[in-house]
């Protein structure tokens, strides 16, 4: 994750999924420059005098959706911001992640600085003000269709700035009027068109794509790591993963994961020790790594490249170029984030689904010196057979979460949005997927633990065997049964913790060894 600069301009410097989250975690400071500052009062003095002059633009002047043909007065164009607000604040469910609701903020402040929504400095500056002082609004997490922006929880992410909805600040919930009487200042008067500008936007699908971006990254690396130590339990071929077959079928993907296999594999006792054997060929779940992750790896590529021109855009509506030029056009339509995270869904599922494959694989005792169920006293011992159960359910619960939701549309705003991207459930499915892909991942780092426990005391290469020292250091090996879902926990804290990743660098760093992929940057920074 590139995370180096320590301050962040909004309006002006190019914002990555990597730079969103430091904001976001307070590793980076945001600020607005002069230079933007004046683009801002530039676009807000704009929309004055449009509203002087009385010629009916939509959203300054006129209602809202099939209400545009409605003509606003001037004295009535304040108090339609505000009604704007709270007549869209109709989110339900559970709230959005902490987290989550204020990477919205990030991402929402960086569009408003560029200067094409007519936002007032004060407005900008309170949402600033927000996200430095961790004052962060509580967000339902559905109601958006994703089509004139992510209305309803952008609604409920503004409702602090005119003093209403509740915020999270210091790990409670209380109203915006509590948290105003701490501070000792009151809420903003909206000037004409920043409701609009506030509640228009694809922030809500943007902020999930940023959490997916990173979730993925985490699991796709840890599916390598795992991939590669479940090889070693299992002794399989390295053959698969050889450059002079990638450079055939050049995706970027492949070739990526076929590095990192040959990399975590290097110098091992344990592949020499069967270099020579009469097996032809592994399963797939082994031999198809690079092909499999490697697709999984393109889709996130994919998402990547997407997520960061969306992220520099400006997706509010209507969008004030000059006096002369007042555009009311489709730039909050969420179809292109959401198509693409439906499509990183179905890439994540798949993980999870050959994972769960390898995991069964090393149960069937087929790999010499490795028993059946990863325990040899079986029988009385069931061994890690009920393991595979719970990676099947997972695996099977993500595959009916990979319908795509932006292949769904259902009109809103009496035809006026006649076709809506869905992008909202999109996000949200994705992140369900990759939730359970880590608990699948988990499940998988503890089989592979064990099989490659069995190879003792043959040795693999040193970033393997560090791995499996750290993992040991939580979960020790199971000669009997025992409650097995204190191991998962185990491993789930370890896979969301990143724990094995950092032991791979660590060690790396160490030992000053390099990995070489020509896609290093594509694949590793983000």
């Known amino acids: 994750m590139t995370t180096s600069k320590k301050t962040f301009f909004f309006g002006e410097d190019h914002l990555t999924a990597g730079l969103a989250l430091g904001m976001t975690r307070g590793t980076i400071q945001g600020q607005i420059s002069e230079k933007a500052r004046k683009k801002i009062r530039a676009s807000y003095e704009v929309v004055a005098r449009i509203v002087d002059m009385g010629k009916p633009v939509y959203g300054i002047n006129t209602g809202f959706g099939p209400l545009c043909t409605t003509k606003i007065s001037k004295s009535e164009t304040k108090i339609l911001q505000n009604n704007i ?16 609701a204020k990477l919205m903020l990030v991402l929402k402040a960086h569009s408003l600085a560029k200067g094409f929504s007519g936002i007032a400095e004060a407005t900008l500056d309170r949402i600033i003000w927000h996200i430095d002082n961790d004052a962060i609004p509580i967000v339902p997490s559905q109601g958006s269709v994703g089509a004139s922006g992510d209305l309803a929880p952008l609604s409920h992410l503004f ?134 992750h490697g697709a999984s790896r393109n889709a996130w590529l994919h998402l990547k490249e997407l997520l960061e021109i969306e992220l520099n855009s400006v997706t509010d509506n209507p969008i004030i170029i000059n006096d002369d030029l007042t555009i009311s ?8 984030l959401a198509m693409a995270l439906d499509y990183a869904c179905l890439a994540a599922s798949e993980i999870g689904n050959i994972s769960d494959r390898r995991i069964y694989l090393a ?20 061994g890690y057979m009920i393991l595979q159960y719970t990676t099947a359910a997972l695996a099977s619960e993500n595959k009916g979460l990979c319908f795509p939701a932006s292949a769904d549309s259902i009109p809103t705003s009496l035809g006026q949005e006649d076709h809506v991207s869905m992008g909202s459930i999109s996000g949200r499915k994705a992140l369900q997927v990759l939730e359970n892909v880590e608990k699948i991942l988990a499940i998988e780092l503890l089989t592979a633990a064990q099989a490659f426990e069995f190879r003792k ?26 409650v097995f879902s204190d191991d998962i926990e185990k491993g789930i804290e370890m896979i969301k913790g990143r724990t094995i990743i950092l032991s791979v660098q660590q060690t790396m760093k160490r030992k000053n060894l390099k990995m070489e992929s020509p896609f290093e940057a594509e694949f590793e920074k983000y």
């Open 159 to 292: 409702l602090p700035l005119i003093g209403l909805g509740k915020v999270r600040y210091i790990k409670k919930v209380i109203t915006t009027a509590q948290l105003y009487k701490i501070y000792g200042f009151g809420p903003l008067e909206l000037g004409p068109k920043e409701g609009l500008a506030l509640i228009n936007g694809t922030q809500f699908i943007a902020a999930h794509a940023v959490t997916a971006i990173d979730k993925m990254h985490a699991c796709l690396t840890h599916a390598d790591i795992i991939g590669a130590m479940m090889i070693e339990g299992l002794q399989g071929s390295v053959k698969p993963f050889y450059k002079e077959l990638h450079e055939l079928r050049p995706f970027k993907g492949n070739s990526h994961v076929a590095s990192r296999i040959r990399f975590l594999l290097e110098d091992s006792e344990i592949m020499q020790d069967h270099i020579d054997c009469e097996r032809v060929q592994d399963p797939y779940s082994l031999r198809c790594i690079p092909q499999v």
């Open 457 to 482: 005391p043959m040795k693999s290469g040193v970033l393997l065997d560090e791995v499996h020292k750290t993992i040991r250091k939580k979960v020790a090996f199971a000669n009997k049964d025992r």
């Open 363 to 382: 149960l069937e005792g087929n790999s010499p010196g490795v028993p059946k169920l990863l325990m040899k006293d079986t029988g009385i011992n069931s």
């Open 85 to 100: 607000l709270q007549s869209h604040s109709v989110g339900v469910g559970q709230p959005i992640e902490t987290e989550m």
């Open 329 to 336: 056009g489709g730039n909050f339509h969420g179809q292109p």
